[in-house]
């Protein structure tokens, strides 16, 4: 069984930073694509950012500039740094995992990790 943890989450002023991490332990054979999703109250769930093992990023339009994801493939862990925090990024964000164990691919989300940001 493969699963995803994530911590550093918080309550943080506008204009302030976080990291988030997210440790995947289990089963692993291989880790390919690791992101973030995040889900605010009434809202869908939404792509943040996602690296891949080669070390290719992607991110949401409103997060460019500010977030950098990035990775520790001998941890099997994946960072978010979050800088110039605003209150629209207020969320659950959570973890996302592309491995491979011994019964194939499979996709594993952690629980989440509340962000708040307020004065």
């Known amino acids: 069984q493969v699963r995803a943890v994530e911590s550093g989450g918080g309550l943080v002023q506008p204009g302030g930073s976080l990291r988030l991490s997210c440790a995947a332990s289990g089963s692993i054979f291989s880790i390919n694509t690791m992101g973030w999703y995040r889900q605010a109250p009434g809202k869908q769930r939404e792509l943040v950012a996602t690296?891949?093992?080669?070390?290719?990023?992607n991110y949401e339009d409103s997060v460019k500039g500010r977030f950098t994801i990035s990775r520790d493939n001998a941890k099997n862990t994946v960072y978010l740094q979050m800088n110039s925090l605003k209150p629209e990024d207020k969320a659950v964000y959570l973890c996302n995992v592309d491995a491979r164990g011994p019964l194939g691919p499979i996709r594993v989300w952690g629980r989440g990790t509340q962000v708040t940001v307020s004065s």
């Open positions: 690296i891949t093992s080669g070390g290719s990023t």
